[in-house]
């Protein structure tokens, strides 16, 4: 059997005036979409519009759900309960899962973006709200996640898991992700190159010049890089010559 992938994107994070990403173009490429959910980015008109798109496009629709934090673009970590990221996962995630219902398609996956993101990925006590969460959004809704802790609350919690690794950021020794402040336009062959890696080896290099075990089903491509359409037209085709089976997790999870 081929190996699969599912390729993501964040998208849907343009706000009011402003025009942020290059959702229609990834939209043709990717399998599944992290939408924005107004707390990060995003807005109820983007929303609506960038769920349309994934509908139009067969892609499936994720909330990309985050701390209210608009200003930082949701990279700033908040002192919270483990209560409040239930409410704060549930609250987005549910509008963005009536959005889809109204535009005849259906949630797909919760994938937190940001220090919410990295919080979730780091407590154990947040990481299992936020599977409760998702939980409570139906019993096919997947997590998407990266690290240790998650797929254990989500085994515990019986949630779909959906291990995540990311093509066009670089990693450190730990695991951790080095972040960039303002999304670089990195090389589409080096991009691809990492993903063909990831995908048929497992593992990927490291800032400190180590090798990191990465056995994920799905890969992030960064809508907001200035070249991200060029950059996931070449993932793909490298994917796909290297005889890896593009597919969405849906496909992955049934």
Known sequence: MAVQMDINSDMGESFGRYTIGNDAELMTLITSANIACGWHAGDPKVMRETVELAVQHGVGIGAHVAFPDLLGFGRRRMDVSPQEIYDYTLYQAGALAAFAAAAGGRLQHVKPHGAFYVMCSENPEYAEALARAVKALGDDVALVLM????????????VPYVPEGYIDLNYNARGQLVLERHKAAWDPDEVASRAVRIALEKSVGTVDGTTLPMAVKTLCIHGDAPNSGAIARRVRERLEAAGVEIVPM???LA
């Open 250 to 252: 849906r496909a992955m």
């Open 147 to 158: 690290g240790d802790v998650a797929p254990k609350a989500a085994a515990a919690i019986g």
